[in-house]
């Protein structure tokens, strides 16, 4: 069972290249997020898709843009990197977001570095 | 404005003693408290979780304590091992909302 694939797990950049991280899972989640984390700032949130066709701004937004494929799927999508992008993003799911403790479970990450 | 603070970004012990991990939150709404543990280059995973309608989860070795007019939940790790070694992220939310992360505590335990 491989819950949450993130996809690269590295990738270097240039300013004002553009890339896209990819991420699924097989745990038939509704809700689905991109976290990004960086030194002394904890787990930030940059958007989240509660089901299939919708997606939300979390707190970081900015530079960003995500597409829900389906449901399985969930990409994050850097349009034009910036140095202060750079930092280890992970992609995480849930079951639902009504109720409950909405326990996540995440992926292992993917380390991207802009230069 | 940071609704979920954990003030100590380190902590060490001897392996077999108790680990305190703190968190402090300033949104009385909460209603579930989590905590994850993060190894180097691994994703956060789930460790335990409380109501607020709790005042303690127990699971084997780690309980967390809640002391809501506190506003104030605590991770204890008992013994701890040196595969506790990780980072502890502390994180709320209110029904119907999104988790609120910590900034993560960094525990040492040492053999």
């Known amino acids: 069972n491989a819950g949450v694939t993130q996809t690269p797990k590295f990738q270097v950049l240039k300013t004002g290249q553009s890339m896209t991280l990819q991420c699924a899972q097989d745990?038939?989640?509704?809700?689905m997020y991109w976290y990004r984390q960086d030194p002394g700032m904890g787990l930030r949130l940059i958007y989240y898709?509660?089901?299939?066709?919708?997606?939300d701004k979390g707190e970081v937004p900015n530079g960003y843009n995500v597409s829900r494929l389906n449901k399985r799927e969930f990409s994050l999508r850097l349009e034009s990197a910036a140095p202060s992008q750079t930092s280890v993003y992970f992609c995480?799911?849930?079951?639902?977001?009504?109720?409950?403790?909405?326990?996540?479970?995440f992926g292992a990450g993917s380390r991207l570095t802009v230069l | 404005d940071q609704q979920v603070k954990q003030n100590s970004p380190s902590l060490s012990v001897q392996e077999g003693r108790i680990s305190i991990l703190n968190c402090d939150y300033t949104?009385?709404?909460?209603?579930?408290f989590l905590w994850y543990k993060k190894y180097p280059a691994e994703g956060p995973t789930f460790l335990i979780s409380?109501?607020?309608?709790?005042d303690k989860n127990e699971d084997g070795r780690f309980t967390v304590f809640l002391n809501k007019s506190a506003k104030h939940l605590s991770l204890h790790i008992v013994p701890s091992q040196p595969g506790d070694s990780a980072v502890y992220f502390c994180?709320?939310?209110?029904?119907?909302?999104?988790?609120?992360f910590g900034k993560g505590t960094k525990l040492t335990v040492n053999p």
């Open positions: 409380i109501s607020s309608i709790k």
């Open positions: 949104n009385s709404m909460f209603d579930y």
């Open positions: 898709s509660a089901s299939e066709g919708t997606t």
């Open positions: 995480a799911s849930s079951e639902a977001g009504v109720s409950g403790a909405n326990v996540l479970t």
């Open positions: 745990m038939n989640h509704n809700s």
């Open positions: 994180a709320a939310r209110k029904t119907t909302e999104k988790l609120v």
